[in-house]
């Protein structure tokens, strides 16, 4: 039988980034923490997380709601700083997903959006607006020439979304990139560009992909597993956007400032990517950290080193012996500000 270490549980917060898994039986009870940099686990109780309804972001602020008043905030996790935002009459529905279109304080502004993930609706309000807007996208045919296009689809279920320069990017076809601006008073606009999907190797017929914005940049992070099995990665792949082209670019370094933070969130709803800088919080960079939310019932993190083409896994939640967590495990990181650069990766 094999025998598994598990971390030191320490009563004391994890540093960030943290994995967040709810291996409690009560509703009440403290989540455990991993922290990937010290891989040692915390039961510490996360006030916010457990008063409001939260949704994290790619970009690290975490945007709560009060199901009581239905106000609504934005919260930094390192420090606990709070952005005020108007209330949300009548809540959120169950299964949604939230993005920043930019950091907050950014000169283009700051929208914070809520994408319903069980319908074709978002809600979007401008830091220091006085109330949330909702929008409905209707699938509709486009029609280039005679040439019919396919109609739209839920922007962020199942497929890979990140906001770059104050734009929102997401999966919409093999053939094209939807885009979402923000045009002030004019409100949303939906918007394509065309260019060509990466192609995957029919070899591996199972595999996860994942939009995320590093440094201005947008990247796509193919994860490929081993056949039908979703325990075991069979290889990767990493892309940058070329927007002069625009096509993708395949890069097989990610820089040594920098981590990407994979998976976790919704099982069969929403993909999360988002990335951190490396030395600031005591990880190694050039590395994916990869929560395998295809395989629930595991929760493996796959650390995948890019330089050295070498993967690690580990099982930080197995020895509690929960063979199913009560909540979906999730990344909560730290805010990256605006004047905050990384390196570009060339």
Partial sequence: MESVQGPVVSPSPSPLPVLVHDLGTQTNDPPTQYSISSQALSTVAIDELRRYRCFV?????????????????????????????????????????????????????????????????????????????????????????????????????????????????????????????FNGKEGLKLDTIEVDMVDLPLSTPMASMYLLESCGDLFLVVIFFNGDNVHKIANHAVYKMDFSEPEWCEVHEIGADRVFLLGGDMLGKSCFGASCLAADHGLRGNHIYFLNHMATTESFLHVIDLKKGTEQVQRPFRHNGYHMPVRSPFWLLPCRHKGHLLSPVI
């Fill in 57 to 181: 972001t790619p970009q690290g602020w975490v945007l709560a709601l009060d199901p009581a008043s239905c106000q609504t905030f934005l919260w930094r996790p390192q420090d606990g700083e709070r952005i005020q935002l108007p209330p949300k009459e009548q809540g959120f529905p169950e299964s949604c997903k939230c993005l920043l279109s930019d950091m907050p304080g950014a000169a283009s502004g700051c929208s914070v959006v809520v994408f319903d993930l069980d319908d074709r609706q978002l809600w979007v309000c401008k830091i220091g607006a006085t109330n949330w807007d909702s929008h409905r996208y209707e699938p509709a045919m486009y029609v280039k020439g005679k040439i019919p296009r396919m109609s739209m689809r839920n922007i962020a279920k199942c497929h890979g979304i990140a906001a770059v320069g104050g734009k929102i990017y997401f999966e919409l076809t093999s053939r094209e990139m939807g885009v979402i601006e």
